[in-house]
């Protein structure tokens, strides 16, 4: 996979809460420098996981969320999931 061929590849990484995301975010961490894809691909790589209901936005005083397949979806070639249930 080259640059000229995805230039607007963009991953997004989330899991169900805060502590899996920051057991994510170290596994991530150890496993970039081992990866054998090219730097501008871990470059887009999210580092961070994001617990889902940030990244998601959910709605105050509510149980729906910004994001949703009607409603402003998530713009991402992949999304990874954390910790998935």
Request: proline share 6%; aromatic share 6%.
């Given at each position: 996979?080259?640059?000229?061929?995805?230039?607007?590849?963009?991953?997004?990484?989330?899991?169900?809460?805060?502590?899996?995301?920051?057991?994510?975010?170290?596994?991530?961490?150890?496993?970039?420098?081992?990866?054998?894809?090219?730097?501008?691909?871990?470059?887009?790589?999210?580092?961070?996981?994001?617990?889902?209901?940030?990244?998601?936005?959910a709605a105050?005083?509510?149980?729906?969320?910004?994001?949703?397949?009607?409603?402003?979806?998530?713009?991402?070639?992949?999304?990874?999931?954390?910790?998935?249930?």
């Amino acid at each position: 996979m080259t640059n000229q061929q995805y230039p607007q590849s963009h991953y997004l990484t989330g899991c169900p809460t805060g502590k899996a995301a920051a057991r994510v975010s170290e596994s991530i961490s150890k496993a970039l420098g081992k990866l054998n894809i090219a730097d501008h691909i871990k470059q887009r790589i999210r580092k961070r996981p994001a617990p889902w209901h940030r990244l998601l936005v959910a709605a105050h005083d509510s149980r729906s969320y910004v994001h949703h397949r009607d409603n402003f979806p998530l713009v991402a070639d992949s999304v990874i999931v954390g910790e998935a249930s």
